[in-house]
Protein backbone atom coordinates (compact mmCIF):
# COMPACT_ATOMS: atom_id res chain seq x y z
CA UNK A 1 0.00 0.00 0.00
CA UNK A 2 2.75 2.31 1.10
CA UNK A 3 4.80 1.73 -2.19
CA UNK A 4 1.41 2.37 -4.34
CA UNK A 5 1.37 5.91 -2.60
CA UNK A 6 4.62 6.80 -3.60
CA UNK A 7 4.28 5.20 -6.74
CA UNK A 8 0.59 7.50 -7.13
CA UNK A 9 2.52 10.81 -5.28
CA UNK A 10 6.05 10.53 -8.00
CA UNK A 11 3.51 9.96 -11.22
CA UNK A 12 1.65 13.34 -9.46
CA UNK A 13 5.07 15.12 -9.55
CA UNK A 14 5.80 14.04 -13.25
CA UNK A 15 2.35 15.16 -14.40
CA UNK A 16 1.96 17.95 -12.75
CA UNK A 17 1.75 21.57 -13.99
CA UNK A 18 4.44 23.64 -13.77
CA UNK A 19 4.70 27.68 -13.90
CA UNK A 20 3.60 28.82 -17.09
CA UNK A 21 4.59 32.40 -16.79
CA UNK A 22 8.54 31.16 -16.09
CA UNK A 23 8.16 29.03 -19.34
CA UNK A 24 6.43 31.66 -21.50
CA UNK A 25 8.89 34.45 -20.14
CA UNK A 26 11.84 32.78 -20.38
CA UNK A 27 11.21 31.46 -24.00
CA UNK A 28 10.29 35.34 -24.98
CA UNK A 29 13.81 36.44 -23.51
CA UNK A 30 15.72 33.98 -25.08
CA UNK A 31 14.19 34.45 -27.91
CA UNK A 32 14.61 38.27 -28.20
CA UNK A 33 17.96 37.43 -26.73
CA UNK A 34 19.19 35.19 -30.09
CA UNK A 35 17.83 38.25 -32.78
CA UNK A 36 19.81 40.92 -30.53
CA UNK A 37 22.89 38.50 -30.48
CA UNK A 38 22.39 37.74 -34.43
CA UNK A 39 22.55 41.59 -34.78
CA UNK A 40 25.48 42.38 -32.40
CA UNK A 41 27.35 39.52 -33.52
CA UNK A 42 27.29 39.69 -37.05
CA UNK A 43 29.92 42.38 -37.56
CA UNK A 44 32.52 41.18 -35.37
CA UNK A 45 32.04 37.95 -37.15
CA UNK A 46 32.17 38.72 -40.29
CA UNK A 47 35.64 40.93 -39.33
CA UNK A 48 37.03 37.48 -37.50
CA UNK A 49 35.94 35.27 -40.05
CA UNK A 50 36.29 37.36 -43.18
CA UNK A 51 32.72 35.70 -44.79
CA UNK A 52 30.19 34.64 -41.78
CA UNK A 53 28.50 36.70 -40.06
CA UNK A 54 26.73 33.65 -38.71
CA UNK A 55 29.56 32.05 -36.32
CA UNK A 56 28.16 33.26 -32.88
CA UNK A 57 24.60 32.85 -33.33
CA UNK A 58 25.05 29.46 -35.01
CA UNK A 59 26.58 28.37 -31.97
CA UNK A 60 24.17 30.07 -29.11
CA UNK A 61 21.57 28.94 -31.18
CA UNK A 62 22.72 25.34 -30.74
CA UNK A 63 23.65 25.77 -26.80
CA UNK A 64 20.69 27.03 -26.99
CA UNK A 65 18.39 24.03 -28.03
CA UNK A 66 20.62 21.84 -25.62
CA UNK A 67 19.46 23.92 -22.94
CA UNK A 68 15.75 23.95 -23.70
CA UNK A 69 15.74 20.06 -23.69
CA UNK A 70 17.90 20.32 -20.43
CA UNK A 71 15.38 22.61 -19.14
CA UNK A 72 12.29 20.22 -20.02
CA UNK A 73 13.92 17.10 -18.54
CA UNK A 74 14.67 18.79 -15.76
CA UNK A 75 11.32 20.23 -15.19
CA UNK A 76 10.29 16.84 -15.20
CA UNK A 77 12.96 15.97 -12.31
CA UNK A 78 12.09 15.81 -8.68
CA UNK A 79 14.10 18.55 -7.34
CA UNK A 80 14.25 16.78 -3.86
CA UNK A 81 16.94 14.24 -4.94
CA UNK A 82 19.61 17.14 -4.78
CA UNK A 83 19.04 17.65 -1.28
CA UNK A 84 20.92 14.41 -0.79
CA UNK A 85 23.79 15.22 -2.99
CA UNK A 86 25.15 18.33 -1.48
CA UNK A 87 28.01 17.53 -0.34
CA UNK A 88 29.44 15.61 -3.27
CA UNK A 89 27.86 18.75 -5.46
CA UNK A 90 30.08 20.45 -3.41
CA UNK A 91 32.78 18.97 -3.98
CA UNK A 92 32.72 18.41 -7.54
CA UNK A 93 31.95 22.51 -7.53
CA UNK A 94 35.49 22.94 -5.91
CA UNK A 95 37.39 20.69 -7.29
CA UNK A 96 36.24 22.25 -10.61
CA UNK A 97 37.22 25.68 -9.65
CA UNK A 98 40.51 24.46 -8.28
CA UNK A 99 41.82 22.95 -11.48
CA UNK A 100 40.76 26.11 -13.63
CA UNK A 101 42.97 27.69 -11.58
CA UNK A 102 46.10 25.47 -12.28
CA UNK A 103 45.28 23.58 -15.66
CA UNK A 104 42.17 26.08 -17.43
CA UNK A 105 42.57 28.17 -20.41
CA UNK A 106 42.14 32.40 -20.44
CA UNK A 107 43.32 35.39 -21.45
CA UNK A 108 44.47 38.92 -19.52
CA UNK A 109 45.75 37.09 -16.64
CA UNK A 110 42.54 35.40 -15.77
CA UNK A 111 42.01 31.81 -16.16
CA UNK A 112 38.26 30.72 -16.50
CA UNK A 113 37.72 27.83 -18.83
CA UNK A 114 38.89 23.90 -19.27
CA UNK A 115 38.68 22.75 -22.17
CA UNK A 116 38.05 19.14 -22.33
CA UNK A 117 37.47 16.88 -25.92
CA UNK A 118 37.75 20.47 -28.12
CA UNK A 119 34.89 22.14 -25.82
CA UNK A 120 35.65 24.66 -23.63
CA UNK A 121 33.12 25.34 -20.45
CA UNK A 122 33.31 28.22 -17.71
CA UNK A 123 32.92 26.00 -14.65
CA UNK A 124 32.12 28.82 -12.52
CA UNK A 125 28.55 29.28 -14.43
CA UNK A 126 27.97 25.45 -13.66
CA UNK A 127 29.07 26.11 -9.84
CA UNK A 128 26.63 29.36 -8.91
CA UNK A 129 23.98 26.42 -9.26
CA UNK A 130 25.87 23.43 -7.48
CA UNK A 131 26.15 26.15 -4.75
CA UNK A 132 22.60 26.93 -4.66
CA UNK A 133 21.54 23.56 -4.50
CA UNK A 134 24.99 23.04 -1.88
CA UNK A 135 23.70 25.78 0.66
CA UNK A 136 19.58 25.29 -0.04
CA UNK A 137 20.21 21.88 1.47
CA UNK A 138 22.61 23.05 4.09
CA UNK A 139 20.38 25.90 5.34
CA UNK A 140 16.73 23.55 4.82
CA UNK A 141 18.94 20.94 7.27
CA UNK A 142 19.78 24.30 10.42
CA UNK A 143 15.86 25.10 9.86
CA UNK A 144 14.46 22.12 10.49
CA UNK A 145 16.83 21.41 13.28
CA UNK A 146 16.18 25.04 14.80
CA UNK A 147 19.79 25.83 14.84
CA UNK A 148 18.54 28.76 11.66
CA UNK A 149 19.08 31.34 14.39
CA UNK A 150 22.09 30.73 16.36
CA UNK A 151 25.46 32.41 15.67
CA UNK A 152 27.90 29.43 15.26
CA UNK A 153 25.80 26.77 13.04
CA UNK A 154 23.26 29.44 11.70
CA UNK A 155 25.46 31.87 10.43
CA UNK A 156 29.56 31.46 10.71
CA UNK A 157 29.08 27.65 9.99
CA UNK A 158 27.56 28.52 6.41
CA UNK A 159 29.96 31.22 5.68
CA UNK A 160 32.77 28.79 6.31
CA UNK A 161 32.03 27.04 2.96
CA UNK A 162 32.36 30.92 0.76
CA UNK A 163 36.10 30.60 1.81
CA UNK A 164 36.72 27.94 -0.76
CA UNK A 165 34.81 29.33 -3.16
CA UNK A 166 36.63 33.17 -2.76
CA UNK A 167 39.99 31.33 -3.17
CA UNK A 168 39.10 29.17 -5.82
CA UNK A 169 36.94 31.62 -8.26
CA UNK A 170 38.44 35.56 -6.89
CA UNK A 171 42.23 34.57 -5.92
CA UNK A 172 42.73 31.78 -8.74
CA UNK A 173 40.60 32.60 -11.45
CA UNK A 174 40.49 36.55 -10.62
CA UNK A 175 37.17 36.43 -11.31
CA UNK A 176 35.55 39.18 -9.27
CA UNK A 177 31.92 38.90 -10.60
CA UNK A 178 31.58 35.19 -10.08
CA UNK A 179 32.83 35.42 -6.66
CA UNK A 180 30.37 38.29 -6.06
CA UNK A 181 27.19 36.84 -7.59
CA UNK A 182 27.60 33.41 -5.90
CA UNK A 183 27.96 35.28 -2.06
CA UNK A 184 25.60 37.54 -2.72
CA UNK A 185 23.13 34.67 -3.38
CA UNK A 186 24.12 32.77 -0.61
CA UNK A 187 23.61 35.28 1.99
CA UNK A 188 19.80 36.24 0.44
CA UNK A 189 19.48 32.13 0.88
CA UNK A 190 20.50 32.86 4.25
CA UNK A 191 18.36 36.00 4.96
CA UNK A 192 15.17 33.86 3.56
CA UNK A 193 16.25 30.89 5.55
CA UNK A 194 15.99 32.91 8.53
CA UNK A 195 19.26 33.61 10.09
CA UNK A 196 19.31 35.74 13.00
CA UNK A 197 19.06 39.85 11.54
CA UNK A 198 21.55 41.29 14.24
CA UNK A 199 24.38 39.19 12.22
CA UNK A 200 23.86 40.67 9.35
CA UNK A 201 23.37 44.20 9.89
CA UNK A 202 26.85 43.57 11.69
CA UNK A 203 28.16 41.88 8.73
CA UNK A 204 26.74 45.07 6.28
CA UNK A 205 28.01 47.47 7.91
CA UNK A 206 31.60 46.10 7.85
CA UNK A 207 31.03 45.54 4.15
CA UNK A 208 29.84 48.68 3.37
CA UNK A 209 32.78 50.02 5.65
CA UNK A 210 35.15 47.63 3.29
CA UNK A 211 33.57 48.70 0.47
CA UNK A 212 33.60 52.68 0.49
CA UNK A 213 37.32 52.05 1.57
CA UNK A 214 38.32 50.26 -1.57
CA UNK A 215 36.15 52.70 -3.59
CA UNK A 216 38.27 56.12 -1.78
CA UNK A 217 42.05 54.01 -2.60
CA UNK A 218 40.94 53.38 -5.87
CA UNK A 219 39.49 57.07 -6.57
CA UNK A 220 42.84 58.24 -5.68
CA UNK A 221 45.70 55.51 -6.39
CA UNK A 222 46.33 52.75 -8.49
CA UNK A 223 46.28 49.05 -6.36
CA UNK A 224 47.40 45.09 -6.21
CA UNK A 225 44.32 44.98 -8.83
CA UNK A 226 44.95 47.72 -11.34
CA UNK A 227 42.31 47.42 -13.81
CA UNK A 228 39.51 47.39 -11.32
CA UNK A 229 40.84 50.36 -9.93
CA UNK A 230 41.45 51.87 -12.94
CA UNK A 231 38.09 50.90 -13.50
CA UNK A 232 36.37 52.56 -10.63
CA UNK A 233 38.38 55.58 -11.48
CA UNK A 234 36.79 55.78 -14.97
CA UNK A 235 33.59 55.55 -13.56
CA UNK A 236 33.79 58.28 -10.78
CA UNK A 237 35.65 60.31 -13.16
CA UNK A 238 34.67 59.87 -16.34
CA UNK A 239 34.20 63.32 -17.54
CA UNK A 240 38.04 63.40 -16.79
CA UNK A 241 39.08 60.13 -18.20
CA UNK A 242 40.78 59.28 -21.51
CA UNK A 243 37.66 58.46 -23.79
CA UNK A 244 40.57 56.37 -26.20
CA UNK A 245 41.40 54.35 -23.35
CA UNK A 246 40.03 53.10 -20.37
CA UNK A 247 36.63 54.87 -20.80
CA UNK A 248 36.45 53.65 -24.47
CA UNK A 249 33.83 50.54 -24.10
CA UNK A 250 32.03 52.34 -21.73
CA UNK A 251 31.50 55.52 -23.64
CA UNK A 252 30.71 53.97 -26.53
CA UNK A 253 27.92 52.25 -24.65
CA UNK A 254 26.69 55.75 -23.92
CA UNK A 255 26.50 56.64 -27.30
CA UNK A 256 24.32 53.45 -28.50
CA UNK A 257 21.83 53.84 -25.69
CA UNK A 258 21.66 57.43 -26.33
CA UNK A 259 20.93 57.84 -30.04
CA UNK A 260 18.29 54.44 -29.64
CA UNK A 261 15.95 57.37 -28.28
CA UNK A 262 12.48 56.24 -27.59
CA UNK A 263 11.78 54.28 -30.75
CA UNK A 264 15.49 53.11 -31.43
CA UNK A 265 17.11 53.13 -35.29
CA UNK A 266 15.36 49.76 -36.36
CA UNK A 267 16.30 46.35 -35.53
CA UNK A 268 19.75 45.79 -37.55
CA UNK A 269 20.46 49.29 -37.55
CA UNK A 270 22.76 49.95 -34.84
CA UNK A 271 26.27 51.68 -35.53
CA UNK A 272 27.91 51.57 -32.60
CA UNK A 273 28.15 47.34 -33.09
CA UNK A 274 30.43 48.04 -36.13
CA UNK A 275 33.78 47.44 -34.15
CA UNK A 276 33.35 50.60 -32.27
CA UNK A 277 31.47 48.84 -29.10
CA UNK A 278 34.41 46.26 -28.11
CA UNK A 279 32.26 43.02 -27.88
CA UNK A 280 28.73 43.78 -28.53
CA UNK A 281 27.40 40.35 -28.73
CA UNK A 282 28.67 39.64 -24.89
CA UNK A 283 28.47 42.06 -21.97
CA UNK A 284 27.26 45.13 -23.59
CA UNK A 285 24.44 43.45 -25.91
CA UNK A 286 22.30 45.93 -24.20
CA UNK A 287 23.25 48.41 -25.39
CA UNK A 288 22.91 47.33 -28.94
CA UNK A 289 19.13 46.81 -27.98
CA UNK A 290 19.12 50.46 -26.58
CA UNK A 291 20.27 51.74 -29.88
CA UNK A 292 18.20 49.48 -32.02
CA UNK A 293 14.61 48.92 -30.26
CA UNK A 294 15.19 52.31 -28.51
CA UNK A 295 14.08 52.91 -24.78
CA UNK A 296 10.78 51.02 -25.51
CA UNK A 297 12.29 48.22 -26.05
CA UNK A 298 14.58 48.20 -23.24
CA UNK A 299 11.58 48.61 -20.86
CA UNK A 300 10.04 45.26 -22.44
CA UNK A 301 13.14 43.32 -21.53
CA UNK A 302 13.38 44.81 -18.05
CA UNK A 303 9.42 44.23 -17.81
CA UNK A 304 9.69 41.02 -18.60
CA UNK A 305 13.23 40.08 -16.26
CA UNK A 306 11.23 41.95 -12.93
CA UNK A 307 7.89 39.64 -14.29
CA UNK A 308 10.35 36.37 -14.02
CA UNK A 309 11.56 37.82 -10.73
CA UNK A 310 8.24 37.83 -9.45
CA UNK A 311 7.16 34.36 -10.37
CA UNK A 312 10.20 33.43 -9.12
CA UNK A 313 9.54 34.48 -5.44
CA UNK A 314 5.75 33.54 -5.70
CA UNK A 315 7.33 30.12 -6.51
CA UNK A 316 9.16 30.21 -3.77
CA UNK A 317 7.08 31.53 -1.20
CA UNK A 318 4.32 28.81 -2.04
CA UNK A 319 7.16 25.85 -2.43
CA UNK A 320 6.26 22.40 -0.42
CA UNK A 321 9.52 22.14 2.05
CA UNK A 322 12.30 25.01 3.09
CA UNK A 323 14.59 23.51 0.17
CA UNK A 324 12.21 24.55 -2.72
CA UNK A 325 11.89 27.93 -1.15
CA UNK A 326 15.68 28.27 -0.79
CA UNK A 327 16.72 26.78 -4.70
CA UNK A 328 13.87 29.31 -5.72
CA UNK A 329 14.75 31.99 -4.22
CA UNK A 330 18.60 31.13 -5.41
CA UNK A 331 18.26 30.86 -8.59
CA UNK A 332 15.29 33.90 -8.99
CA UNK A 333 18.80 35.78 -7.21
CA UNK A 334 21.15 34.75 -9.76
CA UNK A 335 18.85 36.05 -12.92
CA UNK A 336 17.43 38.65 -11.77
CA UNK A 337 20.92 40.28 -9.49
CA UNK A 338 23.44 39.48 -13.29
CA UNK A 339 20.52 41.19 -15.13
CA UNK A 340 20.78 44.05 -12.51
CA UNK A 341 24.35 44.32 -12.60
CA UNK A 342 24.69 44.30 -16.24
CA UNK A 343 22.07 46.79 -17.05
CA UNK A 344 23.52 49.00 -14.05
CA UNK A 345 27.17 48.61 -16.12
CA UNK A 346 26.42 49.15 -19.42
CA UNK A 347 24.27 52.87 -18.04
CA UNK A 348 27.57 53.62 -16.37
CA UNK A 349 25.21 53.74 -13.04
CA UNK A 350 28.14 51.03 -12.00
CA UNK A 351 31.73 50.17 -12.83
CA UNK A 352 32.46 47.88 -15.21
CA UNK A 353 32.58 44.44 -14.58
CA UNK A 354 32.25 41.34 -16.72
CA UNK A 355 28.27 39.86 -16.06
CA UNK A 356 26.46 38.78 -19.11
CA UNK A 357 22.98 39.68 -19.11
CA UNK A 358 20.87 36.27 -18.68
CA UNK A 359 19.54 34.80 -22.17
CA UNK A 360 21.19 37.41 -24.27
CA UNK A 361 25.25 37.68 -23.84
CA UNK A 362 26.89 35.04 -25.80
CA UNK A 363 28.77 32.35 -23.95
CA UNK A 364 27.11 28.82 -23.74
CA UNK A 365 28.30 28.15 -20.06
CA UNK A 366 26.42 30.73 -19.00
CA UNK A 367 23.15 30.04 -21.11
CA UNK A 368 22.94 26.28 -20.20
CA UNK A 369 23.88 27.35 -16.52
CA UNK A 370 20.59 29.81 -16.88
CA UNK A 371 18.26 27.25 -18.63
CA UNK A 372 19.23 24.45 -16.14
CA UNK A 373 18.61 26.49 -13.25
CA UNK A 374 15.10 27.33 -15.02
CA UNK A 375 14.56 23.52 -15.37
CA UNK A 376 15.04 23.10 -11.72
CA UNK A 377 12.58 26.32 -10.68
CA UNK A 378 9.92 24.38 -12.90
CA UNK A 379 10.21 21.91 -11.29
CA UNK A 380 10.00 23.70 -7.79
CA UNK A 381 6.72 25.15 -8.98
CA UNK A 382 5.35 21.19 -9.49
CA UNK A 383 4.21 20.88 -6.59
CA UNK A 384 0.67 21.88 -7.71
CA UNK A 385 0.16 25.25 -5.03
CA UNK A 386 1.17 28.16 -7.98
CA UNK A 387 -1.05 26.85 -10.75
CA UNK A 388 -3.08 29.40 -9.49
Not at 156 to 167: C, E, G, K, M, N
Not at 381 to 388: D, E, L, M, P, W
Request: glycine share 10%; charged share 15%; hydrophobic share 50%.
Amino acid sequence: MTKKNKSKKFSFFINGKFDYTIIVVTVLLLCIGLIMLLSASAPASLSETGDDSYQYIRKQGLVAGIGIVMMIVLSKVDYRIFRKLKWLIYAICIALLVAVGFVGIGEGGARRWINLFGFSFQPSEFAKIGFIIFYASLLSDMKESNRIKKLVPGFLFPLIFLIPIVISIYILQNHFSATFIICAITLVQMFVAGTNLKYFFASAFVGIIGVLGFLLKASTSGGADDFRTSRIQTWLHLDEANLTGDAWQITQSLYAIGSGGLFGLGLGNSRQKYLYLPEPQNDFIFAVLAEELGFFGCILVIFLFVLFVWRGIVIAIKAEDNFGTLIAIGITTMIGLQALINIAVVTNTMPVTGMPLPFFSYGGSAMLADLIGVGILLSVSRNGKTSS
